[in-house]
């Protein structure tokens, strides 16, 4: 592993059922991630992705070039943009690309994460330290 090495990137379609699903499991059933009147009336352009679920694809990227989960050690990212979630069966189009930043002296780096929507970012300052081996 060294600075400047790039991960395989990842492209993900996003679409309504997984959101529905993804409110299963987390039992975040707020009706911006699913109603689209509601998301409309509170300002926005249509039923968006959870944050946590597009914050989840960023941890996806990594553990997949990793391939093993368990050595990530820390992720944080910020939430800049929603990612909206058309009603048809494409979905929403995310782009995940991730480049090492840092090679640490105690075995771990930093991998910096870019998550695109529509050609903007949707996560600001996404970092992930994970154990080198």
Request: glycine letters at 10%.
């Amino acid at each position: 592993m060294n600075v400047g090495d790039e991960l395989p990137g990842l492209s993900v379609h996003v679409t309504r059922d997984q959101l529905v699903r993804y409110a299963g499991a987390s039992l975040d059933f707020n009706p911006i991630h699913w109603n689209e009147r509601f998301a409309k009336s509170v300002g926005l352009p249509d039923v968006i992705a959870h944050g946590m679920l597009t914050m989840a694809l960023g941890s996806r990227l990594v553990s997949d070039w990793l391939g093993d989960p368990g050595r990530i050690l820390e992720y944080g990212v910020r939430f800049t943009r929603p990612v909206v979630v058309p009603d048809d069966a494409e979905g929403a189009h995310v782009e995940l690309t991730g480049k090492v930043a840092q090679v640490r002296d105690d075995g771990t780096a930093r991998v910096d994460i870019t998550a695109k929507f529509d050609g903007k970012t949707v996560l600001g300052k996404a970092q992930c330290v994970v154990r080198v081996s």
